[in-house]
Structures are given as C-alpha cells and as structure tokens.
C-alpha cells in the first residue's frame, strides 16, 4: 500500500477531473485504476467498493470514498483549499457550484445528438460569457486581489482554472471580454501553485477524450 | 428588517426542500417570498439580487446566498449540523449526495412525458430499493445507534427522513423491507423540531402537482 490517494474511474475528465485538479494543485501525489471496460465496473461494485455502486471512487485516509463532491470537500479541507471561516467557505461554494453548473454543460456537449449539437454550443457560450464569467471578472475587480476569497488560493480558484481552460478549448476567444480573468500574472500564481505537484506529467497530458472513447462510455453504461 | 432568513423560490419543493428541512430542524423560523410568475424571477434578476440570475436564494446573515448545496452547507455548519469533523463530514456528505441523486429522479417524475413515467417510476423505485436504502439500513445496522453518524443528530438524518417520506408518497409499501429505516423514520419524525414541521399548516411544501407542472415550466424555462 503506498499510502497515496488512488483513484477509479475511466480514463478521461468527467466527474473525477475537479478531483485531480485539487491533489494536484495541493502537491499530492496520486495513483490512478482505470475503468476501461463493463467488467472492470462490475468487479469493483462485486467487492463491495463502491457505496452507491458507482465511480468516481477515490480510496483515501483508509476510506473509500464515493460522490465527487463528498471527495473534493474532504480534498478541499484537508489541504487548506476551502477558506478560512464559515463565510469564506459560503463565498467558495455558491462560486464552485456555479462553476460546477457551467462544467455539465460544458462537458455533455459531447453527448448531444448531432443535430442539438449547434444548439448546445450556442448555450453554453451564452451562458459562459453572459451568466458565468461575468460574475468571477467582477470578483476580481471589486476586491482587486490575486485569489477569488480570502487573499489566498482555494478550491475556487483551481476549479475556475479548470473551467476557464475547458472553455478555452470549446471557443478560443470565450475570453475576450474578460481581461481580469485572462490576467496572465494570475495564471501565472496558479502555475507556480501547481509547480508544486510532483506530478506534472498528469497534468501535461490531461486531454479530452476523443469520439471513440464517448461511444464506448455510453456502450458500457460506465457513468 | 426581521433577521429571520427570507427564501426566495417557488411555492413548492424544488431544489429549496432540503434548505427549509434544515432550518425547521434547527428550530430556526423563516420567511418566504414565492416567485409565483416570470415577472417576479426577473425582478429579482434585474435587482441585481441573483448571483447566477437563479433561484434559490436565501437572504441570510447579510449574504444573499445562491446554489442550493452553498446554502444547505452554511446552514448546516452554523446550526451544528454537519458532524464534529472532517471524518464525520466525509460519511454526511457521500450520504447526503446519495440521497440527493435519489431526490432528484423522485422529483423529476412528474416532470416526464407521459410515455415515459411508467419506464421512471420502474427506474426509480429499483435504485430506491436496491441502491440507496440498503446502504442507509446497513449503516443504521453495523452501528445500532439512533443516527446515521457521530451518534448525534445531523443533515444527513434530516435529509434522510426527506427522502423517505417523498419516496413513501411515491410508493406507500417502499419501505417494506427496511425495519431500521422504519424505526429511523419514527424516532426521527418525533424530534420536536422536526414534528412540528411536518405538522399541517407548516411551512413544508406538499409534493407537485401535475396541473402545476406548465406553471413552473413557464416561470424557470
């Protein structure tokens, strides 16, 4: 046993991505199974590893732990990611519940049908650039410091991150109303925040899944 | 001002249940103002009082807080509610999104097409019985205590009796092989906070109704 965080899902973003993010961004090492096929699943839900019979499931502190959210709070507290105070942590949860709103709809652009697809995307940039960003830029210009809450890094910042760049892959410009968020200094605080993981290679290689991947996902019924 | 927390949402359950169950336990009164048409939505829009233009939001200790799950875990932590640590919060958690995901496919049965409610109300009564409720019996089961964690009360009991009772409004019998859950859902109901909620005339809010559904379709979509 080697006493890092291990973590089962498929090989790919989904609802263990915001996870990832967190352990890295805290500089925790960790180890990855990967649920490739139905069987692999079926014998995880068999041993009795999953409470809900479900991934993600991240084995942690001598627990198995399900429900991403359940995870990324117990991540989050643990590694000084969730404020400081019962109020900071208000402000960090309605900001990442928002973010988390924006990431679905993001990421099921995939599962679309092919003639929603157009639909879909218009959506998702009217609510990115006209719900959701709008609100983070004026964080930032109201308080005009580094980090979304409490003058240090949290879990606000490392998931809007996330989603930032997720968007950036949909639309390139998404963006262009948004200097504050673009700040290259504030990306690269956050840079020098992941520098401290020693795992940089998953973060290097993070990449979208491709067509081929989603079809066997919805074959096998893994989500 | 009354100090008291204003939930601003529609009349119903919706996504403002467990934020209602959560105060009423906490023996904390409340106030509503319910978005009854699209009007009263976009008011509070243009006030500039939503921060992702959506309801719920609970007006509470000088925050106007949105996102169900931000408002529920401040509420839960300030009122004591959410266990003594972080191994205790860990377990209430991973229950609560269990219980959650559970809520939402009850709920969203009256939201489906007529062709596809008996294919759900299928779906949803197999995941009730053979994916939520006997982890929730197991749990009860391995301890023998009276709650599900840290031998106190907390959320996770709150919301637990929540979803029992809606799943119990959608099968009467759903609880039939689950003796903990059942003796769960007495000793439970019987806290004098809770009782009170589920007293006639309080602010608990009775299941949708299908004549209703067009009606919130209109205000939200």
Not at 46 to 71: H, N, T, W, Y
Not at 127 to 149: C, I, M, S, W
């Amino acid at each position: 046993m080697s006493g890092k965080p291990k973590l089962h899902y498929f090989n790919g973003r989904g609802r263990m991505e915001p996870i990832r993010w967190l352990l890295a961004a805290a500089g925790v090492e960790f180890e990855e199974s990967f649920v490739e096929k139905k069987d692999d699943l079926t014998k995880l839900q068999k041993d009795g590893s999953l409470l809900f019979q479900q991934v993600p499931m991240v084995e942690i502190d001598g627990m198995k732990m399900v429900q991403s959210r359940a995870i990324a709070n117990y991540i989050a507290t643990k590694y000084n990611l969730y404020g400081k105070d019962l109020k900071e942590r208000a402000l960090i949860d309605m900001y990442v519940e928002g973010m988390f709103d924006l990431n679905e709809q993001l990421m099921s652009y995939n599962f679309q049908p092919a003639d929603k697809k157009e639909q879909h995307f218009a959506n998702v940039v009217d609510k990115a650039t006209n719900r959701y960003f709008p609100v983070f830029e004026k964080v930032l210009k109201d308080h005009g410091q580094d980090f979304l809450v409490g003058n240090q890094l949290s879990r606000a910042d490392v998931h809007l991150l996330d989603t930032i760049l997720m968007a950036e892959e949909f639309k390139p410009d998404i963006l262009a109303k948004f200097p504050l968020l673009q700040v290259n200094e504030w990306r690269v605080l956050m840079d020098n925040a992941l520098e401290r993981t020693t795992d940089l290679n998953w973060l290097r290689n993070r990449g979208e899944w491709e067509g081929e991947e989603r079809s066997d996902i919805q074959n096998n019924q893994i989500c």
